[in-house]
C-alpha cells in the first residue's frame, strides 16, 4: 500500500475501549494489542479502558470521548457478535451522525479470507460522531489483528495515498 514519503506524518490520538464482560486488563488481550499498534505506529493513546456488555454504559463513553477535542479515533473492541450481550453496533446507531459502510464490507472480505463464511456473524462497522471516528472492531486478537493490519494502520496515516481518514479530520463537521 502507497505510503508517500514526500508527506509528513501527522500523528492522532486515539481512544481503546474494550467491551466485554469477561476481560480485565490482565487477559484483554485485544485492547493491548490496539494500544501497543497505536504507540508503535506514532500517535497518542489518549484513553484504554474496558467496559461491560452494556450499551447504555458504551454510549455514555463513547460520547465523553467525542466531546473532548483531544481525541480523533476511537476503536473499540468486542461486543459486535450476535448474542444477546453483544450490544456495540446498537451503541452505536444511537450516537452516529454518519456510517462508513465501507469499513464493515472491507473488514469482513479480509476476513473471509482468512476464516471463510464464519466471518458472517460479524457485525464489525464504522460510524462518525461529532466529527470522531470510530471503529468498532471483534473482540478476537486475530480479528483485531486482521482490521489494524489491512485497514486501519493505512487509512489512520497521513500520508497514505490516494485518500486517508486523517486527512480529512478538519472537515468532518462541515456544514
Given amino acids: 500500500m502507497p ?3 514526500q508527506k509528513e506524518f501527522k500523528p ?3 481512544s481503546v475501549l474494550t467491551i466485554s464482560d469477561t476481560r480485565t486488563e490482565a487477559n484483554d488481550t ?3 494489542l490496539l494500544a501497543r499498534n497505536v504507540r508503535e505506529k506514532g500517535h497518542g493513546l489518549s484513553h484504554k479502558q474496558i467496559v461491560k456488555d452494556n ?3 458504551i454510549k455514555k463513553i463513547l460520547l465523553e470521548w467525542c466531546s473532548n477535542k483531544e481525541v480523533d479515533v476511537i476503536i473499540t473492541t468486542g461486543g459486535t457478535g450476535l448474542t444477546g450481550r453483544d450490544t456495540t453496533p446498537e ?3 444511537e450516537i452516529k451522525d454518519k ?3 465501507g469499513f464493515g464490507e472491507l473488514f469482513r472480505l479480509i476476513s473471509y479470507k482468512k ?3 464464519s466471518t458472517i456473524q460479524s457485525r464489525a462497522m464504522a460510524i462518525l460522531c461529532k466529527g470522531t471516528y470510530i471503529f468498532a472492531l471483534p473482540g478476537s486478537s486475530g480479528a483485531v489483528k486482521d482490521a489494524w493490519e489491512d485497514i486501519l494502520k493505512y487509512q489512520l496515516d ?3 495515498e490516494p485518500c486517508n481518514f486523517i486527512n480529512i479530520i478538519p472537515r468532518l463537521n462541515e456544514k
Avoid: H, T, V, W
Fill in 91 to 93: 451503541a452505536l446507531d
Fill in 12 to 14: 492522532i490520538n486515539i
Fill in 30 to 32: 485485544s485492547g493491548q
Fill in 3 to 5: 505510503i508517500s514519503s
Fill in 158 to 160: 497521513s500520508r497514505f
Fill in 55 to 57: 450499551k447504555e454504559d
Fill in 115 to 117: 476464516i471463510g463464511a
Fill in 99 to 101: 456510517d462508513i459502510p
